[in-house]
């Protein structure tokens, strides 16, 4: 299923009691501030007055944030206000709303498996990726898992002893337990996603490049599911944080699961994917004795136009492959005949010219 944020399901309940322009007393912090704000307003830490409950009026501010039809206001500005943030209680009644969303968790079963730099990695990504979830959930659908006496004095060192994570020795029970995998069969979906799902995490960092498939030993009798950029599961970024960033837009979004992967794309990603198509997909001509590699116009300028890729991307991967050419439909005319190599098939060419090469990397 579809979640709706934490600050629209506020401001959904802010619009029944008739406000719809709110001001902040206090600067706004980092992230996704609003969201993060609508859990601590549930919570009571912060309130709601109404304009004509502060003596001293409020100011007209400007609009930071926009949801669910309420503009957040805040600074200086020309928009009048109809309300306030304050600290400590309010009078808008905020106990009835009740936050329903999965939980987010990165198992630590691997960690003593890490080298020193590869655990130190994990860790800032793991404070990145509780960011995360804050600005799209809860800090409460966060937590680790797995975590040993050993992870644990890690943790607390790197956090300097102010863990604001939920850490577990083992499992949470859950009946709904999704581990993203990307040696899965099945694609990752919205629809096997409940509020009381689970979704897992290894704790592999980017470069454990020896622990590559570890995570499909993680909760093994479970659901294992991958996120790919239409079945490439290159395309999508490997570190924790950006894993889970994808998923909690794709859970928030109307977006099909491709476009938000695409959108979150990093140069790293972007490079993967590409190398990963010319790997597979680069055609080979054989002219003069001499294989050369190239791609269809076409499909040049649907990759360049889609993945939003600079020359400086097609010079990069190039080198994968030993360069290619970007070749016009006339060179198709001047094939003659075909034969196979190492599995791969090449064309025979007639003869090659100029007219016939659009763009040559490297």
């Known amino acids: 299923?579809?979640?709706?944020?934490?600050?629209?399901?506020?401001?959904?309940?802010?619009?029944?009691?008739?406000?719809?322009?709110?001001?902040l007393f206090l600067k706004p912090g980092r992230g996704d501030f609003i969201n993060r704000l609508a859990y601590h307003l549930v919570k009571g830490r912060f309130g709601i007055l109404r304009k004509e409950e502060i003596a001293e009026g409020i100011r007209p501010g400007r609009v930071i944030d926009n949801?669910?039809?309420?503009?957040?206001?805040?600074?200086?500005?020309?928009?009048?206000?109809?309300?306030?943030?304050?600290?400590?209680?309010?009078?808008?009644?905020?106990?009835?709303?009740?936050?329903?969303?999965?939980?987010?968790?990165?198992?630590?079963?691997?960690?003593?498996?890490?080298?020193?730099s590869e655990q130190k990695s994990l860790l800032v990504q793991v404070e990145i990726a509780h960011s995360t979830v804050k600005d799209y959930f809860t800090p409460e659908?966060?937590?680790?898992?797995?975590?040993?006496?050993?992870a644990e004095r890690a943790i607390r060192?790197?956090?300097?002893?102010?863990?604001?994570?939920s850490l577990h020795r083992d499992f949470p029970f859950s009946d709904n337990i999704i581990v993203l995998d990307p040696s899965a069969e099945k694609e990752f979906t919205h629809e096997e996603v409940t509020p009381k799902t689970v979704i897992v995490v290894g704790g592999i960092v980017d470069n454990s490049v020896r622990l590559k498939g570890s995570t499909r030993k993680i909760l093994p009798h479970f659901k294992h599911r991958k996120i790919t950029y239409k079945?490439?599961?290159?395309?999508?970024?490997?570190?924790i944080n950006e894993i889970v960033k994808?998923?909690?837009?794709?859970?928030?979004?109307?977006?099909?699961?491709?476009?938000?992967?695409?959108?979150?794309?990093?140069?790293?990603?972007?490079?993967?994917?590409?190398?990963?198509?010319?790997?597979?997909?680069?055609?080979?001509?054989?002219?003069?004795?001499e294989l050369i590699r190239g791609i269809p116009l076409e499909e040049y300028n649907h990759l360049k136009e889609e993945l939003e890729l600079s020359e400086f991307f097609f010079r990069k991967a190039a080198r994968h492959v030993s360069g290619?050419?970007?070749?016009?439909?006339?060179?198709?005319?001047?094939?003659?005949?075909e034969t196979e190599k190492r599995g791969k098939k090449i064309y025979i060419l007639s003869e090659l010219k100029d007219e016939d090469i659009v763009l040559q990397y490297p």
């Open 157 to 165: 060192k790197f956090f300097k002893g102010r863990v604001n994570i």
């Open 67 to 116: 949801s669910s039809g309420v503009e957040w206001l805040a600074f200086s500005g020309n928009v009048e206000a109809d309300a306030a943030v304050v600290k400590g209680k309010g009078s808008i009644n905020l106990s009835s709303v009740k936050f329903s969303f999965p939980h987010f968790a990165v198992d630590f079963s691997l960690f003593e498996k890490l080298i020193p």
């Open 246 to 289: 994808i998923v909690c837009d794709y859970l928030t979004s109307e977006e099909e699961l491709h476009s938000v992967v695409r959108r979150h794309m990093t140069r790293d990603s972007k490079l993967r994917f590409l190398r990963n198509y010319l790997q597979n997909s680069v055609q080979r001509f054989l002219w003069k004795g």
């Open 1 to 23: 299923m579809k979640f709706k944020k934490a600050k629209d399901i506020v401001s959904e309940r802010l619009k029944e009691e008739g406000i719809r322009r709110p001001k």
């Open 231 to 239: 079945g490439v599961v290159d395309a999508v970024p490997d570190r």
């Open 324 to 337: 290619f050419m970007v070749f016009k439909p006339s060179l198709l005319k001047r094939v003659t005949g």
């Open 141 to 150: 659908n966060f937590m680790l898992t797995s975590v040993s006496d050993r």
